[in-house]
T-cell receptor, first 114, second 117 residues
Framework: GESVGLHLPTLSVQEGDNSIINCAYS??????FIWYKQESGKGPQFIID?????DKRQGQRVTVLLNKTVKHLSLQIAATQPGDSAVYFC?????????????FGQGTELSVKP | GAVVSQHPSRVICKSGTSVKIECRSLDFQATTMFWYRQFPKQSLMLMAT?????????EQGVEKDKFLINHASLTLSTLTVTSAHPEDSSFYIC?????????????FGQGTRLTVV
């Protein structure tokens, strides 16, 4: 099966600080990207998405940035809270009409210190 | 949002036995569902695409005879791990995508923790 990376990098931040989580994607033809949050023992939870024709999208406390030139995606979390502690994954939709499967990035474990 | 439910959430089985995991879309119909596998501290790896009324499409390296997928209705897909071995112990997650606002948003089940002893 397809997978990207085997190791889970970690990011530790202080409560109230901003967090930036980065992701490199593999397919230049991917047209849709999503960030997911996964808490221990649970399935991924949707956070925010972005189409390839955009370079920035904002949600509540979260912003996603897309740089297609270098195939890079980032998630910014403002005023990080302890409840934000989780593993964050980016996912890409490889190509239009490819059955809708998503390919996940390696993930980053975010730890928020109170 | 749409709800995808998996059952069971945890299962322990003996080596050599088979285990069935169910994935249900509760408030929508899903012609396509996806099965992922996740080892500790690792990412989700797509195993196969489950297609209602037809054969599943398996990713490269995934044994179709080992991981049997059945998608008999528009709300249910099942994954059966046959002749399970300890190395099959993992977290299995299903998802379905729903067309919303011109985009297909993916919803995930809560996952099934399989432990083979």
């Amino acid at each position: 099966g397809e997978s990207v990376g085997l190791h889970l990098p970690t990011l530790s931040v202080q409560e109230g600080d901003n967090s930036i989580i980065n992701c490199a994607y593999s397919n230049s033809a991917s047209d849709y990207f999503i960030w997911y949050k996964q808490e221990s023992g649970k399935g991924p939870q949707f956070i925010i998405d972005i189409r390839s024709n955009m370079d920035k999208r904002q949600g509540q406390r979260v912003t996603v940035l897309l740089n297609k030139t270098v195939k890079h995606l980032s998630l910014q979390i403002a005023a990080t809270q302890p409840g934000d502690s989780a593993v964050y994954f980016c996912a890409e939709n490889p190509r239009r009409n490819q059955g809708g499967k998503l390919i996940f990035g390696q993930g980053t474990e975010l730890s928020v210190k109170p | 949002g749409a709800v995808v439910s998996q059952h069971p959430s945890r299962v322990i089985c003996k080596s050599g036995t088979s285990v069935k995991i169910e994935c249900r879309s509760l408030d929508f119909q899903a012609t396509t569902m996806f099965w992922y596998r996740q080892f500790p501290k690792q990412s989700l790896m797509l195993m196969a695409t489950s297609n209602e009324g037809s054969k599943a499409t398996y990713e490269q390296g995934v044994e179709k005879d080992k991981f049997l997928i059945n998608h008999a209705s528009l709300t249910l897909s099942t994954l059966t791990v046959t002749s399970a071995h300890p190395e099959d112990s993992s977290f299995y997650i299903c998802s379905a995508r729903v067309l919303q606002g011109g985009l297909t948003e993916a919803f995930f089940g809560q996952g099934t923790r399989l432990t083979v002893v």
